[in-house]
T-cell receptor
Framework: GDSVTQMEGPVTLSEEAFLTINCTYT??????LFWYVQYPGEGLQLLLK?????DKGSNKGFEATYRKETTSFHLEKGSVQVSDSAVYFC?????????FGAGTRLTVKP | GAVVSQHPSWVICKSGTSVKIECRSL??????MFWYRQFPKQSLMLMAT?????????EQGVEKDKFLINHASLTLSTLTVTSAHPEDSSFYIC???????????FGQGTRLTVV
């Protein structure tokens, strides 16, 4: 079945550092890809999405590009802030089924 | 974006009792709803997928008689944890989508503690 493999955490960065969280997937057909964020004590929020190959999703300074050739959807941000500290989940949606990666906890220190 | 409301946000119940969690789509018709369970510091585990008006499809290893899911209308799905035990304590999250959306919108989650 479909699956998502996500870079293991935790990840600790200093403020203004560059962030990359790797995500690769296995799926039949053409899934939609997402990054969700879960701030401490809260539920999940959609961060960004891409629905077809070569699409780039972006939001709040975060970006991810749907790479079908490498089956990847890596999350990047050029300069992280303390407020970006959260757990990030890569996910795919395909054939009425949604799968999540294991989540990566990011802590940004001042 | 669309709004999904989950209720209650937290609940404490005694072992052996049943607890019902509601998931409502407030401004769209949710043809499909998903129920997830999240253990501390772990990823989401899909429990079941329900389509309005039909029986839920449960993931392998999820007891359908213990976790009763009802999706009777296009705006409401419920998860009932029957005869709850301490090991059922967890964070339960629902999500909903309609046929026009490729993404799912999440409720705020329900923290269940069984004592």
């Amino acid at each position: 079945g479909d699956s998502v493999t996500q870079m293991e955490g935790p990840v600790t960065l200093s403020e203004e550092a560059f962030l990359t969280i790797n995500c690769t997937y296995t799926a039949t057909g053409y899934p939609s890809l997402f990054w969700y964020v879960q701030y401490p004590g809260e539920g999940l929020q959609l961060l960004l999405k891409a629905t077809k190959a070569d699409d780039k999703g972006s939001n709040k300074g975060f970006e991810a590009t749907y790479r079908k050739e490498t089956t990847s959807f890596h999350l990047e941000k050029g300069s992280v802030q303390v407020s970006d500290s959260a757990v990030y989940f890569c996910a795919l949606y395909n054939n009425n089924d949604m799968r999540f990666g294991a989540g990566t906890r990011l802590t940004v220190k001042p | 974006g669309a709004v999904v409301s989950q209720h209650p946000s937290w609940v404490i119940c005694k072992s052996g009792t049943s607890v019902k969690i509601e998931c409502r789509s407030l401004d769209f018709q949710a043809t499909t709803m998903f129920w997830y369970r999240q253990f501390p510091k772990q990823s989401l585990m899909l429990m079941a997928t329900s389509n309005e008006g039909s029986k839920a499809t449960y993931e392998q290893g999820v007891e359908k008689d213990k976790f009763l899911i009802n999706h009777a209308s296009l705006t409401l799905s419920t998860l009932t944890v029957t005869s709850a035990h301490p090991e059922d304590s967890s964070f339960y999250i629902c999500s909903a989508r309609n046929t026009a959306n490729t993404e799912a919108f999440f409720g705020q989650g329900t923290r269940l503690t069984v004592v």
